[in-house]
């Protein structure tokens, strides 16, 4: 799996930019039929068309080591049939100033 970094305005292959209209005609050219794109902001892909059920997204910001175990998650759920929108749960669970905040994570 590579890494992403996603931006307000695209996402970031390389060290190159390509927006998310970009990305939104590369996905509707495929014969792929389920992506998953772990990134920031990723969910501006729905702006151009793509709907959920093609398009797994980030609405907003994810750590990269959460985004990483998510993804996993979402790939075993289209691989398995399941719904990919509850494919992982995400709890905070204590924060404490010395520890930082802690999450557990949960797979359907």
């Known amino acids: 799996m590579d890494m992403f970094h996603g931006r307000p305005r695209g996402m970031v292959v390389g060290g190159e930019l390509i927006t998310w209209h970009g990305v939104a005609s590369m996905v509707r050219r495929s014969k792929i039929e389920h992506h ?10 729905y702006a151009y068309g793509l709907d959920e059920d093609r398009v797994s997204a980030i609405r907003g ?15 075993a759920c289209v691989l398995r049939g399941s719904d990919v929108g509850s494919a992982i749960t995400m709890r905070p669970t204590s924060t404490s100033p010395t520890r930082g905040s802690r999450t557990r994570i949960t797979m359907a």
């Open 61 to 75: 910001i994810i750590d990269a080591e959460i985004g990483f175990y998510d993804a996993a998650c979402k790939v």
């Open 36 to 45: 998953v794109f772990e990134c920031c902001f990723s969910a501006r892909l």
